[in-house]
């Protein structure tokens, strides 16, 4: 008996290491995946470009704060206006109460081939296709943004893809941490059976 539990104690943490964490990084090849790109304009930060993962199909809202981004809609309009993103621009310089000033607002944009094309419906209405970018940029609307939605600004999404974040690394602790409890719970009620039937085979022998 006690050699059958020195073997069990043996076999317990090989067990429970099979579990392995979620992964939290991905690429942007898909035509489901939605690259979005953040022009901050006179705002003074650097040009962002992030991933949305099989967004399309999704509201432009939910690819966009799906892929980690911060947006604030206003008062009176709510979220089909974009007011801040990233908390920019400040309370400051705007108030977020109604419609931002004519010329400085954050201009939505969905594009394709190459070509911007100014949004006709909020971000939370605006439904995305496969093949789709999104572009949000701030100024005055009366140029689309100077970088083109193709495989270029695709691919500069894929090597955004590939950098922890902050967020990112807390998620992948909690799933790593998750996995290793259910294959804890897992390897020992494995360990326990196991210890049982070879209890009952010896307990068998003994009786024959």
Same mark, same amino acid.
């Given at each position: 008996?006690? %050699?059958?539990? @020195? @073997? @069990?104690? #043996?076999? #317990? $943490?090989g067990l429970v290491a099979v579990a392995a964490p979620a992964s939290a990084h991905g690429e942007c090849e898909d035509p489901a995946d939605i690259p979005i790109l953040v022009d901050y304009g006179s705002l003074e930060a650097e040009q962002q470009v992030v991933c949305a993962q099989d967004a399309a199909q999704m509201t432009a809202l939910a690819a966009i704060t799906g892929a980690g981004l911060e947006l604030e809609g206003t008062t009176e309009y709510g979220d089909s206006v974009v007011c801040r993103v990233?908390? %920019? $621009?400040g309370a400051d310089v705007e108030s977020c109460d109604s419609m931002p000033a004519g010329d400085s607002f954050w201009g939505f944009y969905v594009g394709s081939d190459g070509a911007w094309e100014f949004a006709q419906q909020g971000v939370d209405q605006q439904i995305l296709a496969e093949g789709d970018f999104v572009a949000l940029a701030y100024g005055d609307g009366t140029a689309a943004p100077a970088t083109a939605p193709d495989e270029e600004l695709r691919q500069q999404a894929q090597e955004a893809g590939g950098e922890s974040t902050p967020a990112d690394d807390a998620a992948a602790e909690d799933a790593e941490d998750e996995g290793s409890n259910t294959g804890l719970i897992a390897g020992s009620i494995v360990v326990l059976l196991v210890v049982v039937a070879a209890v009952v085979i010896v307990l068998r022998r003994r009786r024959a």
């Open positions: 008996m006690k %050699r059958l539990l @020195a @073997a @069990a104690a #043996l076999v #317990l $943490p990233e908390g %920019r $621009p």
